[in-house]
């Protein structure tokens, strides 16, 4: 979820996504942990764990509560508790990181942001008239640049210092998804374009405000984010536009 990708069709296809997460994930622990014991496991869970714990606009920490609210977060939730198990009784080598959002270039269109991002590159390119399809603008998300996250997971295996931990992995300002749809359109050069509302982009399960701290990652690994969200738009915005292009 980390980006917010646009709703499942179904409450099947969200079920059928919570036990393929989970069944997955526990044969490939097992079989780790059955055959390669001195492997190093790296768990990518998300802050759909938390669910709406940060409803009160508090920075999420690794302790807090997980209560994730929808089926992505349950499965998701299940793993990492999993994980944390095996890890507290020595019967694996692992460590759990919980990414929140984040974007850039090659972002799957899927995702809500980079799916604006393709839209308006098509808009000036002419391929698309200029009405704009979105979700959810009104939820609230800190945002991070994807190469910082990549930055701070290779940082996390390569480390002897991160075995057995649960980090969150995030930084920015918490803002308004509208703030980012906006701000790819003022990077567009684009005038008058008609946002539309588009129920297949609307989450019918959301979480209404996101925010973490990772002073834990940053005091063990002294990572911080580097890329500057307006920089992450327009590189992302520019990997659309080359890529319809070429």
């Given at each position: ?115 604006d991002a393709l839209q308006i590159a098509k808009m000036v390119l002419g391929k698309q008239e ?48 509208r703030y980012y749809t906006e701000t790819l359109l003022k990077l567009s050069g684009l005038k ?55």
């Amino acid at each position: 979820m980390a980006g917010q990708t646009h709703p499942p069709t179904s409450f099947t296809d969200m079920i059928g996504t919570w036990e393929s997460n989970v069944s997955g994930s526990v044969n490939l622990i097992t079989a780790i942990q059955d055959n390669q014991p001195g492997c190093k496991l790296l768990f990518c869970s998300t802050v759909e764990v938390y669910g709406n714990t940060g409803i009160d606009h508090h920075k999420l920490v690794e302790t807090d509560s997980l209560l994730p609210a929808n089926p992505y977060g349950a499965s998701k939730a299940a793993i990492d508790l999993f994980l944390q198990e095996r890890m507290m009784n020595k019967q694996l080598n692992a460590v759990v990181v919980r990414p929140f959002c984040f974007t850039g270039p090659r972002r799957g269109a899927k995702f809500s942001i980079s799916s604006d991002a393709l839209q308006i590159a098509k808009m000036v390119l002419g391929k698309q008239e200029k009405v704009l399809r979105i979700g959810n603008l009104d939820t609230t998300r800190a945002l991070t640049d994807v190469r910082d996250i990549a930055n701070a997971l290779i940082l996390i295996m390569i480390s002897d210092k991160t075995s057995g931990q649960v980090y969150n992995v995030c930084g920015g300002e918490p803002l308004k998804m509208r703030y980012y749809t906006e701000t790819l359109l003022k990077l567009s050069g684009l005038k008058n374009v008609e946002q539309k509302i588009d129920n297949t982009l609307w989450r019918p399960i959301d979480i209404q405000y996101q925010d973490g701290d990772s002073t834990k990652l940053y005091n063990d690994l002294g990572w911080k984010p580097e890329v500057h969200i307006d920089t992450t738009l327009k590189d992302l915005l520019d990997y659309w536009i080359r890529k319809l292009s070429s």
